[in-house]
């Protein structure tokens, strides 16, 4: 008997066996039993969240001959051809390799014929977003208005590439990643069907490195399989993807806030000598620093044990915020430089060495100060020289100045209290923070942990920036990529395209909005009491 893979041989065969997405499967079953199931519909979501598994149990359902609380049985003459493949009413296709305008004509051909055996003729398309733009047009009227006996089922990963035309003719279903808690919980079923034994500590990790996406879960275990180990533990793991050891990762990271080169580069070479992968260590480093920033801000951490998390602890009190967020910076450029060189062990090892020099540590500190102060302090150093030569100095009048300008200096801007401020925060703004830490975009997601987002006007959302925006943050969010990033996810939520403004607590759109809060009250600040009838 052939062998079959994991993700194939466990794959759901039920709505009730899906992981994660029991929003989509519970709004579906309604729709069945309820007999209201739609003529198209679009599953979108990343790999491995179970779009197509959704599609084949859909299609299974609307024709099954004795459909059990708007699940298929499987057990009837039209489950069983369904999914031995023999079943021609049910037709899957792949957009990627059938994009062309003949191949949806054929479909558009087909749809007018009767189903041979099943009640509905089904076209599961795959991966849609990859049809070409005279394909999209072909589909359009069919897609509007199909004859009765047929349903299309959509799939795609990329909803954005898609014609406006077809998103509005489709009941759109979003597949979320799924969570490491559930991803563990089902791969501890699979490992206890395929008498597998592996620890806890494994499983973890596994669901860490799948991201979401089921599949690639089934797929790691099923790697560790081949090892031919009694036992699937976190070390045997973390060796075959080459994930260096955490008591590596903590060493580089201590040696980097200590600036003790030597100790960082040993360290790093004795990473290599193991044969791990440097993209995967500069990955992990990334991550880690990550933690390390989040344990400073609010002492929580959830992967570690007592032990790495009392190391973390220690490490995080030897650095600041800043320091934390700049060596994520210099980490994540590190990152996309090593793309595209031959030479990655040369940068890795040179970055390591740059991030290490004292230099380094009082960039922050730097990037923080305005360049109009400094201009101004050299100007008035340059008056002071000048004068002391020329022996026209007035020691009572440049204090008095120096006073002034200090005071000037000193004084700070009253912050907006935003508890008074009215802002329509967007909902799908921690939606946007989580999918960028999901990509490893950490720059972007760690600066924007502390934000609201809200509609400027039609055309620009804002980035609200309650604890202030400073010099080096706007210089890190007003990179062209940053920003071209965050307009792709925010139009791609708002369903057009936006802008993005960065707006600071001081900002005058805050102030005006502000002004206009308070002026809606005029009564509020007279001390009489009112009393609120409702009509």
Same mark, same amino acid.
């Given at each position: 008997m052939a062998y079959t893979a994991l993700y194939r041989k466990f794959r759901p065969l039920k709505f009730e066996d899906m992981v994660g997405q029991e929003h989509i499967t519970k709004t579906i079953r309604n729709q069945i039993i309820a007999g209201r199931v739609g003529h198209a519909y679009l599953l979108n979501g990343g790999r491995g969240t179970g779009k197509t598994t +959704? %599609? =084949? !149990?859909?299609?299974? %359902?609307?024709? /099954?001959?004795n459909p059990q609380d708007g699940e298929p049985c499987n057990e009837c003459e039209i489950c069983k051809a369904a999914l031995s493949g023999s079943l021609t009413? !049910?037709?899957?296709?792949?957009a990627a390799s059938n994009n062309s305008v003949d191949d949806i004509r054929a479909i558009r051909d087909e749809v007018n014929f009767l189903p041979t055996l099943a009640k509905y003729r089904v076209y599961i398309i795959d991966e849609v977003h990859m049809l070409s733009t005279g394909a999209f047009n072909a589909l359009l009227k069919t897609l509007e208005e199909p004859p009765s006996h047929v349903k299309f089922i959509l799939a795609t990963t990329e909803p954005q590439k898609l014609p406006a035309t077809i998103l509005s003719r489709c009941q759109r279903f979003d597949f979320k990643k799924i969570s490491n808690n559930d991803i563990s919980k089902r791969l501890q079923y699979v490992c206890d069907e395929s008498k597998i034994e592996i620890t806890k500590e494994a499983l973890s990790i596994i669901s860490i490195l799948a991201e979401g996406a089921m599949r690639d879960a089934l797929s790691i275990l099923?790697? /560790?399989?081949?090892?031919? +180990?009694? =036992?699937i533990d976190e070390d045997l793991v973390k060796d075959l993807v080459g994930i260096p050891k955490l008591t590596f990762i903590s060493q580089i990271v201590e040696a980097i806030i200590e600036s003790n080169i030597e100790k960082t580069i040993?360290?790093?070479e004795a990473v290599m000598q193991e044969g791990k992968d440097l993209t995967n260590l500069l990955w992990e480093l990334i991550k880690y620093t990550k933690d390390i920033?989040?344990? =400073?801000?609010t002492e929580k951490l959830k992967i570690y044990n007592q032990e790495e998390l009392k190391q973390i602890a220690s490490i995080s009190e030897k650095v600041s915020k800043e320091r934390l967020l700049q060596m994520i910076y210099v980490l994540s450029e590190l990152e996309n430089d090593m793309k595209w060189s031959s030479q990655k062990a040369v940068l890795f090892e040179v970055a390591m060495i740059k991030l290490c020099q004292p230099v380094i540590q009082t960039m922050q500190n730097e990037n923080m100060a305005s360049s109009g102060g400094i201009e101004e302090l050299k100007?008035? !150093?340059?008056?002071?020289?000048?004068?002391?030569?020329?022996g026209n100095f007035q020691a009572s009048s440049n204090t008095e100045k120096a006073k002034t300008?200090?005071?000037a200096k000193v004084e700070k801007k009253e912050p907006i209290d935003f508890s008074k401020l009215n802002i329509k925060q967007l909902e799908f703004w921690p939606k946007i923070i989580s999918t960028l830490r999901e990509e490893r975009k950490m720059i972007l997601a760690t600066n924007l942990m502390s934000t609201i987002a809200t509609l400027?006007?039609?055309?620009?959302?804002g980035i609200v920036f309650q604890n202030g925006l400073t010099p080096f943050i706007k210089a890190t969010m007003e990179r062209p990529e940053n920003i071209q990033e965050l307009e792709r996810l925010v139009s791609i939520e708002c369903g057009k395209p936006m802008r993005v403004k960065l707006l600071d607590n001081q900002d005058e759109i805050l102030k005006q909005k502000a002004k206009e809060a308070e002026e809606q009250n005029p009564i509020k600040d007279l001390g009489i009491p009112v009393n609120e009838i409702e009509e």
């Open positions: +959704s %599609a =084949k !149990i859909l299609a299974r %359902a609307v024709n /099954c001959l009413d !049910i037709v899957e296709m792949d099923e790697r /560790c399989l081949q090892e031919g +180990s009694q =036992k040993t360290t790093v920033l989040v344990w =400073k801000t100007t008035r !150093i340059t008056q002071l020289e000048r004068k002391m030569a020329q300008n200090t005071v400027v006007n039609d055309m620009t959302v």
